[in-house]
């Protein structure tokens, strides 16, 4: 794996209205590599991911895709820049069908990009294909899930933050979405991972980053946190 840091946060720190979220994330994802964030609720996961897309603004901190801080720009520009977004509110367009709301997604991507098409979707979820004409409105919350992953990898992302993708679907589309993040990251796609269930993020993830308190308490392998039961008890059991 190729040890180049392509996303880096150095110092991030965001607010709610008066209440302090992050309290100085550091955090580095290397080309190449699938590094899960995780943590208790309210630790600030999500917050992360959403002030790396500029929907909560920093308050203070950098976000370095490349050379080039993004904190601070729109998302539409931190989207170009070559940052894809799969919110855990998933967010489809409920009155555009499948196709459109793929076709929503579609951008040139940034050099060195791996580009994507809507054939290429549908071979990992093949009922996004029997449901194309369908308004997006009418699906499945699995089905809205693989949607919504798909309309952002056909932005040709360098990089993917995904959160929570497997929250209340059945073991057989948890299964597949698994597979997904897998395949794109063996494909070339960088990802940042948020997730509860333990199971799919120490599989498919290169490091693990816990989250405490708005910081990173803890950055290792997956194997490395398993063997650190103290870890696992003060900052991941419920």
Same mark, same amino acid.
Do not use: C
């Given at each position: 794996m190729a040890e180049?840091?392509?996303?880096?946060?150095?110092?991030?720190?965001?607010?709610y209205g008066k209440s302090h979220i992050l309290h100085g994330v550091n955090f580095d994802l290397r080309r190449g590599e699938v590094v899960s964030l995780l943590g208790r609720n309210g630790s600030g996961r999500s917050t992360t991911l959403k002030a790396v897309m500029g929907l909560v603004v920093p308050s203070a901190g950098e976000v370095r895709l490349g050379g080039r801080d993004l904190a601070g720009e729109r998302p539409y520009a931190i989207c170009r820049a070559g940052i894809g977004?799969?919110?855990? !509110?998933?967010?489809?367009?409920?009155?555009?069908?499948?196709? !459109?709301?793929?076709?929503?997604?579609?951008?040139?991507?940034?050099?060195?990009?791996?580009?994507?098409?809507?054939e290429q979707m549908f071979d990992y979820f093949p009922r996004l294909k029997e449901r194309r004409n369908t308004r997006a409105g009418s699906l499945s919350g699995g089905e809205q899930q693989m949607l919504t992953m798909c309309r952002s990898l056909l932005g040709n992302p360098l990089v993917l933050l995904i959160d929570e993708p497997t929250e209340g679907l059945a073991p057989m589309i948890v299964q597949?979405?698994?597979?997904?993040?897998?395949?794109?990251?063996?494909?070339g796609v960088s990802v940042v991972l948020v997730e509860q269930k333990l199971v799919i993020a120490l599989k498919v993830s290169h490091r693990v980053a816990v989250m405490g308190h708005g910081r990173i308490v803890f950055e290792g392998t997956p194997a490395e946190l398993s063997a650190s039961p103290a870890v696992m008890d003060e900052w991941l059991a419920v």
């Open positions: 180049e840091t392509l996303l880096r946060l150095n110092g991030l720190q965001a607010h977004y799969v919110p855990e !509110e998933r967010e489809t367009f409920a009155n555009l069908t499948v196709d !459109e709301n793929l076709a929503m997604g579609v951008q040139p991507g940034p050099a060195g990009a791996t580009h994507w098409s809507a597949q979405v698994g597979e997904m993040i897998a395949d794109i990251n063996r494909k």
